[in-house]
């Protein structure tokens, strides 16, 4: 959410690395849903294809196929609050995400 986003990247000093911040609650719809990724690249004045979505979910899969953006997921199993016991980093085309077939 918006009131929790802008603050924390403001505090730990990123906020000025970022043209633009899309929370859950930024537009009138979410991931799974595209309108995020459409509204960046229309943001950027970039075509959907020329976009690159980094994403740690389902949802991102989802909306990135939907949205016909390419895909970048990063898949983490948390074992503890402050532990990553794996990573594993998947490049996921938009027209093939493993749990989208």
Known sequence: MARY?????KG???AHYFDIVLS??????KKP?????LHSAQFFGVTIDKLLLI???LNDAVAARAAGCPVF????VIIT???WMAST?????????PHCN
């Open 89 to 97: 980093w998947m490049p996921w085309s938009p027209t093939c995400p």
């Open 73 to 76: 997921c990063v898949l983490m």
């Open 33 to 37: 849903h595209p309108l995020p990724l």
């Open 81 to 83: 609050a402050n532990r």
């Open 5 to 9: 986003t802008e603050p924390l990247l």
């Open 12 to 14: 730990i000093g990123l």
């Open 24 to 29: 859950g609650d930024t537009l009138p719809e």
């Open 55 to 57: 994403g740690d979910s």
